[in-house]
Every structure is written in structure tokens, then in C-alpha cells.
């Protein structure tokens, strides 16, 4: 895989170099984020920590990948600037977990009395018997035809 720098910008306000590349990948499939990563970090001279590939796009049947890097100054502008999501992708960060909700029993410090069934057919209502499924009402029949015959039917 081959990596050139296709245009370079200074953006002195976020401390960045923003580059554009494109990365020729002849018999390979699409190139890694890492892979990248090492290769624009060698070509910029910067440590890897300091390269954020930000995008990378592919066309079906060619060996080209167009993308979109940030070289930052140091790694904590970086951390600073960078959306988190990004980071995540470019491992600088790890994603943070989902916190579990917790039940509202337990939120109040008591622990359940009683397990809940998980079946409509397993509740139980008050007084021990078996709770019964709520039935659909019933259709009525429609017949067919004007609703004039319908009523001389009836009659």
C-alpha cells in the first residue's frame, strides 16, 4: 500500500495539519485505519498518536482510497479537539461503556420480594388463581353486498 499527500493545511487555531490523501492498494483489499495511521505518521515525520484519520472513502472496483487525516501539534490538543467518536475509532480513547438502569426497587436501596412471572400464562392474580388472557371482542360478520340485502337477509 502506497499513501500520498494530496493537499496540506495549517490550522493554527485547533494547532493541526489538516491533510488529504490517497492510498493506492493494488491486490489488497481497503487499507486498515492503522495502517494509514503509520504511514501518514511516517510520511508527516509525527508519532502515531498524533495522526487522526478522520475519514476514508473507496469506489467499488478501484485500488484508490481518498481520506481525510489531522496531524495534531501534541497529543493532548488532539484528545482536546477531536470529537470522541473519532478517538474511539483511532483507539486514542476506549469506549465508555453503557451504565445498566437500574430496576426501582433497587434504586430505592430494597431488594424485590417476590420474583415477577415472565409469561402472560405464568401470572397469578391476588387471590392465587390463575389470571385469564383478555379475549378480543368478536367480529361480526359482514355480508355481501349493498347493506339494503343485507337487511332484507336479516328480516
Do not use: C, W
Request: aromatic share 4%.
Amino acid at each position: 500500500m502506497d499513501v500520498e499527500i494530496v493537499s496540506k493545511d495549517e490550522n493554527e487555531l485547533l494547532e493541526r495539519t489538516e491533510v488529504r490523501f490517497k492510498a493506492t492498494h493494488v491486490n489488497e483489499g481497503t487499507p486498515r485505519r492503522e495502517e494509514v495511521r503509520d504511514k501518514i505518521a511516517s510520511i508527516m515525520k509525527a508519532e502515531k498518536e498524533r495522526v487522526i484519520v478522520d475519514s476514508m472513502q473507496s469506489e467499488f472496483g478501484k485500488t484508490e482510497t481518498h481520506g481525510y487525516a489531522k496531524v495534531y501539534k501534541t497529543k493532548d490538543a488532539a484528545r482536546k479537539y477531536e470529537r470522541e467518536h473519532i478517538l474511539v475509532r483511532n483507539k486514542l480513547k476506549e469506549k465508555a461503556a453503557p451504565a445498566k438502569k437500574a430496576a426501582p426497587a433497587e434504586a430505592a436501596g430494597k431488594a424485590p420480594d417476590k420474583e415477577e412471572p415472565k409469561e402472560a400464562s405464568e401470572k397469578v392474580s391476588e387471590k392465587g388463581k390463575p389470571k385469564e388472557a383478555p379475549q378480543k371482542p368478536a367480529v361480526k360478520e359482514r355480508s355481501k353486498g349493498s347493506p339494503e340485502k343485507a337487511q332484507k337477509k336479516e328480516e
